[in-house]
């Protein structure tokens, strides 16, 4: 009898068995989440050549707008403008224009929305570096610019009202009742050596400042730490701007680190800038070469230094009207010089001396 209750419950534990049902699989593990886009990156190379901009302007902005008190005065003026590289400045300007353009959180948050998707994020990369005006089109590039444009206008202004004074007062010196006429219009000493000397200041290669460079490089990543007036700036842009923009797009995108180098420095490179700035040293030389009494000096240091500061300067941030606009150069040719450049080509001492 318990053989036959054992068989039972087997016949029956195998019934139950053909009654039950399959437990449903488990899902499949969700995909990771994709990786999240890379952080803000500009290398140290872009925050340095920005700082040898800003480091020189500002010691550039010392020179005192008149009320030189002696020959030596202008002389220490001439040397302390004289004492940048063309093509180190320009590259500064741009470099200092894409920090500046990266106190713009909508600038920069706009562009980081490209940057979720890592196939999307190579391709906008890739068109920048391809065209930087595309960095104009990114969203809030209107506030970015505006930063460029007001902050590089201060300097604009700071050097309009130094040439202003100094080549104003190269006229009031000369005056009889003017205690300082009796040195101002007594021959400069020396006018070889010191012709060569404004040569040579501007042949040498410009150092970075370390404190500066630290400065910036900072403000760079964090979008913060720089004492800047907001503003708003639509196109057109000029291509200093341009490239200041894309330089900073490129940085958003963490694009514009220490294996970037090639493209961010390639991307400071402006030749209408550095052919303003060129010509501006050459109009200083022939100024101090044909400049014999020290106010003819002073003309020389409001002229081609300060005045021309400002105008290549405001060349960099404000787009030509048609009219004024330069002449377009085909690819590989020597930029041509824009009026304002023809304008100071044209100008001597000889103007100091025929009159206002």
Same mark, same amino acid.
């Given at each position: ?82 004492? /940048?590289?063309? $093509? ?23 562009? @980081?929305? /490209? ?8 391709? =906008? ?12 089109? =990114? +969203? ?13 206008? @201060? ?45 040579? =200041? ?17 403000? #760079? ?14 196109? +057109? /842009?000029?291509?200093?701007?341009? @490239? #200041?923009?894309?330089? $900073? #797009? =490129? ?68 787009? +030509? ?22 304008? $100071?080509? $044209? ?10």
């Amino acid at each position: 009898m318990r053989r036959g209750l054992t068989l039972a419950a087997v016949a029956a534990a195998a019934v139950l068995a053909g009654c039950a049902t399959d437990e449903p699989a488990a899902p499949p593990p969700a995909p990771p989440p994709p990786p999240p886009p890379p952080a803000v990156s500009m290398n140290e190379g872009v925050a340095q050549a920005a700082s040898i901009y800003v480091a020189f302007m500002r010691d550039v902005g010392t020179i005192p707008p008149g009320g030189f008190t002696d020959a030596e005065a202008i002389q220490a003026a001439i040397r302390k403008g004289a004492a /940048y590289e063309p $093509a180190q400045l320009s590259r500064g300007m741009i470099a200092y224009g894409s920090i500046l353009a990266l106190q713009a959180p909508e600038f920069v948050q706009g562009v @980081r929305t /490209y940057a979720v998707d890592p196939a999307g994020r190579q391709d =906008l990369i890739n068109r920048i570096i391809a065209d930087p005006a595309v960095a104009a089109t =990114l +969203p809030g590039a209107d506030a970015a610019a505006g930063l460029i444009v007001e902050t590089l206008g @201060r300097d604009v202004a700071a050097m309009h009202r130094i040439a202003e004074g100094v080549e104003g007062d190269a006229y009031t010196i000369q005056e009889r009742r003017d205690p300082r006429r009796r040195w101002a219009v007594t021959p400069i000493q020396n006018r070889d050596s010191r012709l060569q000397s404004a040569k040579t =200041l501007s042949a040498a290669q410009m150092l970075p400042s370390a404190e500066e460079s630290a400065r910036l490089f900072a403000a #760079a990543h964090s979008g913060a730490g720089l004492d800047l007036n907001p503003g708003r700036s639509g196109p +057109p /842009y000029t291509p200093a701007v341009t @490239r #200041a923009l894309a330089l $900073a #797009a =490129l940085a958003a995108l963490g694009a514009g680190g220490e294996d970037f180098r090639t493209n961010t420095e390639a991307m400071t490179v402006d030749q209408n800038s550095e052919f303003c700035l060129n010509m501006s040293k050459l109009m200083l030389f022939q100024c101090l070469a044909a400049s014999r009494p020290s106010y003819e000096d002073m003309f020389c240091v409001g002229r081609h230094i300060a005045r021309d500061l400002s105008t290549c300067t405001a060349q960099n941030i404000t787009p +030509p009207t048609p009219e004024l606009a330069p002449t377009a150069v085909a690819e590989g040719e020597a930029p041509v010089a824009s009026q304002a450049a023809e304008a $100071a080509q $044209a100008t001597t001492t000889a103007s100091l001396n025929s009159g206002r």
